[in-house]
T-cell receptor
């Protein structure tokens, strides 16, 4: 069965410093992986997705993630944090169950950005 | 950009009451989903719906839950007799192809059962 583990429930950075949100996955086959962001009182917005093309995936708002099969990781990074990046971030894996498109979410990481 | 619209944004209901959460998916999408997020917990899959029938459901989606696409534009989640533990944020989503990308999520309905 597919699963994801987000290694940090809360990450705090200063504005202008790098962001690293860690995610490990478990999958019995080549997975599709995603990062979603949820700002307060907002819906879930797709940041980026990996679907077996390039291992370094670039997303919106300067975020990127690298798929490392040997480490079963899909960490999210950004070179320089902005105050507007403060939100909840979810690492997500496709359940791969036929064509239903079911997604499996990690526990989420709260990113705090300090001025 | 097309959006998935959910109404209401907040709903408070008494335990034992029936509640219907409404969603308007993107008009040309064919696959529809409900997820929920209990406060402080992860987002969980409830059900997927295609061609007017449930294609997959989780163990959470028991007999007190039902989904319907009554008129070709709305997609509803009904909870027949609400319990305190049904309090959560409920997200609707839709996709065109049913693949695991191309999801569009709504902003959610926060359901509070008192």
């Amino acid at each position: 069965a597919q699963s994801v583990t987000q290694l940090d429930s809360h990450v705090s950075v200063s504005e202008g410093t790098p962001v690293l949100l860690r995610c490990n996955y478990s999958s019995s086959y080549s997975p599709s992986l995603f990062w979603y962001v949820q700002h307060p009182n907002k819906g879930l917005q797709l940041l980026l997705k990996y679907t077996s093309a390039a291992t370094l995936v670039k997303g919106i708002n300067g975020f990127e993630a690298e798929f490392k099969k040997s480490e079963t990781s899909f960490h999210l990074t950004k070179p320089s944090a902005h105050m507007s990046d403060a939100a909840e971030y979810f690492c997500v894996v496709s359940a791969g169950s036929g064509n239903t498109g079911k997604l499996i979410f990690g526990q989420g990481t709260t990113l705090q950005v300090k001025p | 950009e097309p959006e998935v619209t959910q109404t209401p944004s907040h709903q408070v209901t008494q335990m034992g009451q029936e509640v219907i959460l409404r969603c308007v998916p993107i008009s040309n999408h064919l696959y529809f989903y409900w997820y929920r997020q209990i406060l402080g917990q992860k987002v969980e899959f409830l059900v997927s719906f295609y061609n007017n029938e449930i294609s997959e459901k989780s163990e959470i989606f028991d007999d007190q839950f039902s989904v319907e696409r009554p008129d070709g534009s709305n997609f509803t989640l009904k909870i027949r007799s609400t319990k305190l533990e049904d309090s959560a944020m409920y997200f609707c989503a839709s996709t065109l192809t049913g693949g695991d990308y191309g999801y569009t999520f709504g902003s959610g309905t926060r359901l509070t059962v008192v």
